[in-house]
């Protein structure tokens, strides 16, 4: 390891803050959107609950009424959603400066 490589590389973070601007994710709860920012990194429903402190059977009620909400079929698709969100955000942002 070089003097100048970090310890460890940061890993690219789903901010929920991000996606609560988001018209289509609004119906969600602060907790909602931070398990699928969460679920958007590709995390499983324990190591979220690990990270959020709960069970994982809460995680399996948030997943199910985010589906709901969202009105897809599965955790991938909410997870696309999510992604979409951030990326859309991030190229609004990155717009303003060419």
């Known amino acids: 390891m070089s003097a100048t490589t970090p310890k460890s590389a940061p890993r690219p973070v789903f901010q929920y803050e991000r996606l609560a601007t988001n018209e289509l994710l609004s119906g969600l709860t602060k907790r909602q959107l931070q398990v699928l920012a969460l679920l958007a990194q590709g995390k499983s429903n324990v190591e979220i609950a690990e990270d959020l402190g709960v069970s994982d059977k809460t995680i399996r009620f948030c997943i199910s009424a985010i ?26 942002r990155s717009s303003g400066f060419f």
Not at 75 to 86: E, M, N, V, Y
């Open 67 to 92: 589906l709901k909400t969202l009105k897809v079929r599965n955790r991938t698709q909410a997870a696309l959603i999510a992604a979409k969100a951030i990326g859309d955000q991030s190229s609004e």
